[in-house]
């Protein structure tokens, strides 16, 4: 008696997973298929409308690049830049990015303490110092050139130390 009950178990078994499966094929063919939208041509205009004008948008003015930079300060006997510098660096890269092609001569100068041959290559190394910076800030290095000229053009009276502090410096100029 046992066989004839485990053989009607089995088959309902089989008869309910058969009916679960044959609903879920009922399900996925119950599914409506999207129709597509039928897109209606666009009603003529009457021909007594002016045409409309389209707006350019025009660019943007180009600003000009101001190349009037002040100049930059050194510590003495150093080619440690002084705090103020940063400022004047950060603003020159910013207006010489406006002119890409742009070339400049960056200048390097010196007090007169020291011997001419320590201040000629202490004027180089503060103009080669702002290269380094402006190369760093994104400026093509092709389109500055060094020039150091010691203490040979002071600006200011070597006398004092506010004399020689101004003569510390470097100067960025157009190239001509």
């Avoid at 100068?109 to 994104?138: C, F, P, W």
């Avoid at 000229?149 to 502090?165: D, L, V, Y």
């Amino acid at each position: 008696m046992r066989k004839p009950k485990f053989y009607l178990l089995a088959v309902m078994a089989l008869s309910v997973g058969l009916s679960l499966n044959a609903c879920k094929a009922k399900k996925a063919a119950a599914k409506p298929t999207p129709t597509p939208v039928k897109e209606e041509a666009p009603a003529e205009q009457p021909a007594q409308t002016a045409p409309v004008e389209e707006k350019k948008e025009e660019p943007a003015p180009v600003e000009k690049p101001n190349f009037n930079f002040k100049n930059i300060q050194f510590e003495f006997n150093s080619v440690v830049l002084k705090t103020g510098s940063y400022e004047i660096l950060e603003q020159a890269s910013r207006e010489m990015k406006k002119d890409p092609g742009a070339r400049f001569v960056l200048n390097g100068h010196s007090s007169e303490e020291g011997t001419s041959q320590h201040n000629m290559s202490l004027s180089i190394d503060r103009a080669n110092a702002v290269k380094t910076y402006l190369v760093n800030a994104g400026i093509d290095g092709a389109n500055l050139t060094v020039k150091g000229f010691g203490e040979t053009k002071p600006i200011a009276s070597n006398a004092n130390e506010e004399g020689r502090a101004l003569n510390r410096r470097v100067e960025i100029k157009p190239a001509q």
